[in-house]
């Protein structure tokens, strides 16, 4: 069977550029999505955190502006459902993520605040490219590999094609002002060759080798049907 490590934020908040705490966590559609389809195609998931810290789902990712009504619904239900399995998460620091066929990162401004600088997530991003092993990250979640920024050598992630939350959707989200950073900048200036959609929002998933991403909510899908498709 098919294992996956989902490696979820634990963050509560953003810290803005002047120091505000902005309420976040991982954005739900990105979770339960690809974990539907994962566990759909009969594939075993399992959620870790930092510090093993129950998940916080961003409250935004479940109003009316955040996706049209069935599939917010479907969302939501999905969301309920898996309370048992994100009330208790592994911990990022005891798991073996050689173990895992696949390692997924959903999104959400979480992991800006935390997965950004956790250097056991560092690790495990270094060593899944140095073992070409699968590996996807989405929307915001690419941060995550920020963390590797410092590593011999340099990031396993300089000339990797990527995608993630474009600097354009970030500012039709009214954040990008506030942000003390921006991931598309962040991505080039760390030297990944990064891609967008023509149009914000649109599904966007860029695949290079082993590595996985996808620009936003709405690649959701299609990112984890494309992991299914190439890894089954």
């Known amino acids: 069977m098919t294992k996956v490590l989902m490696i979820v934020s634990a963050a509560e908040q953003w810290t803005l550029n002047d120091g505000t705490p902005h309420p976040t966590g991982f954005w739900a559609e990105e979770l339960v999505t690809p974990y539907s389809v994962f566990t759909d195609a009969g594939w075993?998931?399992?959620?870790?955190?930092?510090?093993g810290?129950?998940?916080t789902v961003d409250q935004v990712s479940l109003n009316e502006n955040a996706g049209d009504a069935e599939t917010l619904a479907a969302v939501k239900t999905k969301l309920e459902e898996l309370e048992p399995v994100l009330a208790q998460p592994l911990s990022l620091d005891d798991v073996e993520a050689g173990n895992y066929d696949l390692v997924f990162?959903?999104?959400?401004?979480?992991?800006m605040e935390d997965l950004a600088v956790n250097e056991t997530s560092g690790r495990i991003l270094g060593q899944r490219m140095a073992d070409?092993?699968?590996?996807?990250?989405l929307c915001h979640a690419p941060a995550a590999v920020l963390a590797t920024e410092n590593a011999p050598g340099g990031s396993p992630f300089a000339g990797r094609a990527m995608t993630g939350f474009s600097n354009d959707e970030e500012r039709a989200g009214g954040l990008a002002d506030k942000a003390p950073w921006l991931l598309e900048d962040k991505l080039v200036e760390l030297g990944a060759k990064y891609e967008k959609a023509p149009e914000p929002f649109a599904s966007y998933v860029v695949v290079d080798g082993n590595l996985y991403t996808g620009q936003n909510?709405?690649?959701s899908q299609e990112l984890a049907e494309r992991l299914v498709k190439d890894l089954s």
């Open 217 to 219: 909510p709405s690649s």
């Open 105 to 111: 990162y959903p999104g959400g401004h979480g992991p």
């Open 132 to 137: 070409n092993a699968p590996t996807a990250l």
């Open 53 to 55: 810290k129950a998940p």
């Open 44 to 51: 075993d998931v399992d959620v870790a955190t930092p510090g």
